[in-house]
C-alpha cells in the first residue's frame, strides 16, 4: 500500500502542474495573449512617437520664421495676401 501512495501523489502532482501550464495563469495561451497585446502596444508607440518627431518639426519650424504659418494659412484657409487673386484649378 505504500508503495502506491507516493507514486500517486506524484502523478497527482504532476497533473495539478501541467493543468497550470495550459489553464493557470501563466499558462501558455495566456503568455501569447500577452505577447500579441504587447505587439499591438509596440506599434501604437511607434506611431504615436513618429507623429510626435512630426508634430515637433512643425513646432520648430512655426518658431522659426513666419514662413510655415503664412503657408499653411494660404493651404488650409485659403487665404490671399492684399491685392492677390486666388485661382483655384479643379483636377
Known sequence: M???IVPA???ALLLV???????GRGSVRSVSEMQRK???QKAANLQAQ???LRLGS???DLKEGLEM???KARAE???VKPNEILVQIAK
Open 2 to 4: 505504500g508503495n502506491r
Open 9 to 11: 501523489i506524484l502523478i
Open 17 to 23: 502542474l501541467h493543468a497550470q501550464l495550459w489553464f
Open 38 to 40: 504587447l505587439d499591438a
Open 50 to 52: 513618429q507623429a510626435n
Open 58 to 60: 512643425e513646432v520648430n
Open 69 to 71: 504659418v503664412e503657408e
Open 77 to 79: 484657409l485659403g487665404m
